[in-house]
């Protein structure tokens, strides 16, 4: 093999070598924004969760005055109704 020969090999190594390295390194960075960007959606996961408790919870408790209130609005138009004879 001749002088030349050898050059362009190892030139070509050298060009392989620095493009694993850039392109290993690009990975690298795309998974720790990939493990970031995780996080923050199970973060984002977590609050939604417990607004969606916190929602069935006020429901649960409008429901539970609402009947209440009704139930007392039932009995006071009974009284009022026996009250007037209507």
Do not use: P
């Not at 607004?51 to 005055?65: C, G, L, P, Q, V």
């Amino acid at each position: 093999m001749n002088v030349w020969m050898e050059v362009l090999c190892l030139g070509v190594l050298h060009f392989l070598c620095v493009f694993l390295k850039y392109a290993l390194h690009g990975f690298r960075r795309a998974r720790r924004a990939l493990d970031h960007r995780k996080n923050m959606d199970e973060d984002r996961i977590a609050i939604l969760e417990q607004m969606i408790k916190d929602a069935d919870y006020a429901t649960t408790e409008s429901d539970r005055k609402f009947e209440e209130v009704r139930g007392h609005t039932h009995t006071h138009t009974l009284h009022f109704q026996n009250q007037t004879g209507l």
